[in-house]
């Protein structure tokens, strides 16, 4: 069974500029999750979807940050403009539902200088 | 979210010696699990387990779920099992999987 496929794996770009992660959760999983992980701390929940609904997107920065889940499979996040603290992994993850196990993607590490 | 505290922040442990790790929450869960976070930043599923004792080689894991706590036992550690342990809990009322901020384990040989 594939797992949670992310790219890029990096990224670096100046700040002010824009950036897109894309995510593909393993197949049949009906929530998605993307996580903000600042080095040296645990990944902080940015938001939440069910399908192709939003569940809880609380602590997304939503004046810079927005993500879509077009059909509830594949998602993207995207960061606009970006701010050098927006430097960290950014993690995808899915589960078959939203009580279950949840499973993480291999991140995207983005660098803003 | 549900708040997770992760203890100790750092372990060092010589190659062989056994540590538990604990995860304490904040508030009732469905779902606990533990990761293990790899050289390269993937977290890695070790365990799911709201509640009772299981065990996969040489780590097993017991959640207390009326009493908020689970714990990780690492026996005769090995070099490979350095890195980063995170445990996540997911509270029902909301289904947000908060993580702790890890314990950072240290095998030397």
């Known amino acids: 069974e594939a797992g949670v496929a992310q790219s890029p794996r990096y990224k670096i770009i100046e700040k002010r500029q824009s950036v897109a992660f894309w995510c593909n959760p393993i197949s049949g999983h009906a929530t998605l999750y993307w996580y903000q992980q600042i080095l040296g701390q645990g990944p902080k929940l940015l938001i939440q979807f069910q399908n192709n609904g939003v569940v809880d997107d609380s602590q997304l920065p939503k004046d810079r940050f927005s993500a879509e889940r077009l059909k509830g499979v594949d998602s993207t996040l995207k960061i606009q403009p970006a701010k050098l603290e927006d430097s960290a992994v950014y993690l995808c993850a899915s589960s078959f539902s939203r009580n279950t196990e949840a499973f993480f993607g291999q991140g995207t590490r983005l660098t803003v200088v | 979210g549900i708040q997770v505290e992760q203890s100790p922040p750092d372990l060092i442990l010589q190659e062989g010696a056994n540590s538990t790790l604990r995860c304490n929450f904040s508030?009732?869960?469905?779902?606990l699990q533990w990761f293990h976070q790899n050289p390269w930043g993937q977290l890695i599923n070790l365990f799911y387990?709201?509640?009772g004792t299981k065990q996969n080689g040489r780590l097993s894991a017991t959640t207390v779920a009326t009493e908020r706590y689970s714990l990780l036992y690492i026996s005769s550690s090995q070099t490979t099992d350095s890195g980063v342990y995170f445990c996540a809990a997911l509270r029902s009322n909301d289904y947000k999987l908060s993580f702790g901020a890890g314990t950072t384990v240290t095998v030397r040989a």
């Open positions: 508030d009732s869960v469905n779902n």
């Open positions: 387990i709201p509640s």
